[in-house]
């Protein structure tokens, strides 16, 4: 057993503000700091949280002495300095995906954290769903025999990149594949662990969402090294009375001796009610444009709020990386080398998408550009 984390939370938003209050709930976090840039933002959380230092300055934070641990919380394109200031210290990290919103910075990104020797992990918080640990377990066992076929197919709620494109300017690499198709992307890799994808072939449609600057959607299909197809297919363009929150996901599995087909589509606990449903994805005070009248009770990533607590996969995300630093338990988060090769296959997908072409893999950072 380890001494108790020293965490740093930065970025103190919707997903900071989880993590740190789960940080409250174990004796494994033994000092809280945190660092927002919107002083605002740091101080309500530190008050609810009882940090036990708050600034707006990362440099600050990452210098005090009782820091040993850190949680990158900030937006998609504000991840690349806090990271690379924390794994230069040699503190380990929680970081949100994606590693870095450009791929060449996401490399760098990668080769700061593996120079350094740090412990690095990426949020791909629906690896700790019971559901999704139950079927690795299967595949390890080989119950499907050779996996010869993957179907996955994401529908979201276009609340999550209204809420996301508004917080900036900069929306060229915000695509439905970087920014939420990742999460269905790395789990269908992880299920496919030992697979190398040798070619992606991809088509976008730019519709309803091309006001935002942004596409509603990718369809794409990856070729394995032995010979595996992966069809993958996101759409977040889904009008916001969606009863899906967030997302809906599906996901089929073949193989040579049988098959585990997955309907995580949330349809199974469904409220109807002339009570307008809060939005599932709030980020920066984000509003739906109109009211949701049913909903797929538990299509909220993270998890729902009972009795003041946030039950569901980022509790158990978050708690096992505080196990995983003070006992050194192995854990099935994802690594920062899974993240950066995540990035690089979503955006292998958009690149597909605008040449019209196949690209060969593995793809290098500056192709991509
Ligand atoms: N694991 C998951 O399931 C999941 C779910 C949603 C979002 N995310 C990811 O979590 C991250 C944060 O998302 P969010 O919804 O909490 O966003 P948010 O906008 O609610 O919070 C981000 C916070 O970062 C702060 N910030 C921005 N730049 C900063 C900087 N340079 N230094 C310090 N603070 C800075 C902002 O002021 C804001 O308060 C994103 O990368 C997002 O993709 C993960």
Redesign the pocket.
């Known amino acids: 057993m380890g001494e108790p984390i020293g965490l740093a939370v930065?970025?103190?938003?919707?997903?900071?503000r989880i993590r740190a209050e789960l940080a409250r709930e174990t004796i494994a976090v033994g000092w809280l700091g945190l660092?927002?840039?919107?002083r605002d933002?740091a101080e309500r959380l530190a008050k609810d949280t009882r940090a036990d230092f708050v600034t707006t300055d990362?440099h600050e934070l990452l210098g005090r002495p009782e820091v040993t641990a850190v949680i990158i919380?900030?937006?998609?394109n504000?991840?690349v300095?806090?990271i690379i200031a924390a794994a230069e210290r040699g503190h380990a990290l929680f970081i949100?995906?994606p590693l870095a919103s450009d791929p060449v910075e996401s490399a760098r990104v990668l080769q700061v954290i593996e120079s350094n020797g740090v412990d690095a992990v990426v949020?791909y918080?629906q690896r700790f769903r019971r559901r999704f640990q139950a079927v690795k377990q299967r595949l390890r066992d080989r119950q499907v025999g050779d996996v010869t076929t993957v179907v996955t197919r994401a529908f979201m709620n276009r609340m999550v990149p209204l809420a996301t494109l508004a917080?900036t300017a900069d929306r060229s690499r915000l695509t439905p594949m970087v920014?939420s198709g990742t999460?269905s992307l790395d789990m269908s890799m992880w299920l496919m662990e030992g697979k190398t994808p040798v070619e992606v072939y991809a088509r976008s449609v730019e519709s309803a969402l091309a006001e935002l600057g942004t596409k509603d959607g990718t369809f794409g299909v990856f070729t394995m090294d032995d010979g595996c197809i992966f069809s993958m297919n996101i759409n977040w363009a889904l009008p916001t009375v969606w009863p899906g929150s967030v997302y809906g996901l599906e996901i089929g599995i073949v193989g040579t001796d049988g098959v585990i087909d997955i309907e995580d589509t949330h349809r199974d606990v469904v409220l109807a009610s002339h009570t307008p449903q809060p939005a599932g994805?709030t980020?920066?005070g984000f509003g739906p444009d109109a009211p949701r009248h049913v909903d797929f009770m538990t299509s909220y990533?993270?998890g729902d709020v009972s009795g003041g607590l946030l039950w569901g996969p980022?509790r158990e995300e978050t708690l096992t990386w505080y196990n995983r630093l003070t006992t050194g338990l192995t854990t099935p988060h994802a690594t920062a080398a899974d993240g950066h090769s995540n990035l690089l296959l979503t955006m292998a997908m958009d690149l597909s998408a605008r040449t019209g072409k196949p690209v060969p893999l593995p793809v290098e950072p500056k192709e991509l550009l």
């Open positions: 930065i970025g103190c938003g919707t997903i900071g660092c927002d840039i919107d933002y990362v919380a900030t937006a998609e504000e991840h300095e806090p949100e995906k949020g918080t917080k920014v999460h994805y980020s920066k990533p993270p980022m």
